[in-house]
């Protein structure tokens, strides 16, 4: 069974940095295919997506908040790491992490989700 | 690469069916068969309905299926039930590994 489970400050200052932790089990992060992605949705609003990060450490993100964001893994902690920079109140949202079975697969399954407000 | 569009709400009695339409572009769901379908319950996570445009992972009802023709993509729930109620989204493969959302669909079962 995979689970997923975000971790992270629930309140950060504007300009300050982000980072979350997603800590998963049932995959390892070194199978070929394999991948975890980053979402987040503000609240009362549509999902977006993040960020990618594969098991050959192949990086996508989303072309809009490339400049802010770096993802990064720990195979042997089951980890994956999001950092977002210059954060905004614009920002505040659930981030949610999802596993991926390949590059064309879906996000399959989620995470719990972990909302992070941004306030001074 | 902008959000996908969707009705912002759709609206069924229990029974009927209902379809939720996803457009895109040329740079996304008009030409990838990539397209996925997520269903949200207030302060949940998503949950995947449909992948690939229309294939049903193991466990979900054969009352959702997914279909595309040219640059839109549709959910469809059959026999509608109250606990469809709940948000829909879907998302595509844009390139270049990179993925987008759609803007949510409120289905609500009268």
């Known amino acids: 069974q995979i689970t997923l489970k975000e971790s992270g400050p629930t309140l950060v200052k504007p300009t300050q940095t982000l980072t979350l932790t997603c800590t998963f089990s049932?995959?390892?992060?070194?199978?070929?295919?394999?991948?975890v992605g980053w979402i987040r949705q503000p609240p009362g609003k549509a999902l977006e997506w993040l960020a990618l990060?594969?098991?050959?450490?192949?990086?996508r993100y989303s072309p809009s908040l490339e400049s802010r964001l770096t993802i990064t893994k720990d195979t042997s902690k089951n980890q994956v790491v999001l950092t977002m920079t210059n954060m905004d109140p614009v920002d505040t949202a659930t981030y949610f992490c999802?596993?991926?079975?390949?590059?064309?697969?879906?996000?399959?399954?989620w995470g719990q989700g972990t909302l992070v407000t941004v306030s001074s | 690469q902008s959000a996908l569009t969707q009705p912002a709400s759709v609206s069924g009695s229990p029974g009927q069916s209902i379809t939720i339409s996803c457009t895109g572009t040329?740079?996304?769901?008009?030409?990838?068969?990539?397209v996925s379908w997520y269903q949200q319950h207030p302060g949940k996570a998503p949950k995947l309905m449909i992948y690939?445009?229309?294939k049903r992972p193991s466990g979900v009802s054969n009352r959702f299926s997914g279909s595309k023709s040219g640059y839109t993509a549709s959910l469809t729930i059959s026999g509608l039930q109250a606990e469809d109620e709940a948000d829909y989204y879907c998302?595509?493969?844009?390139?270049?590994?990179?993925?987008?959302f759609g803007t949510g669909t409120k289905v609500t079962v009268l």
């Open positions: 999802a596993h991926r079975r390949d590059r064309g697969g879906p996000f399959d399954p």
């Open positions: 049932g995959f390892s992060l070194s199978t070929s295919g394999v991948g």
């Open positions: 990060i594969y098991w050959d450490d192949d990086k």
């Open positions: 040329s740079t996304d769901v008009g030409i990838y068969n990539l």
């Open positions: 690939e445009v229309s």
């Open positions: 998302c595509s493969y844009a390139g270049s590994i990179t993925y987008v």
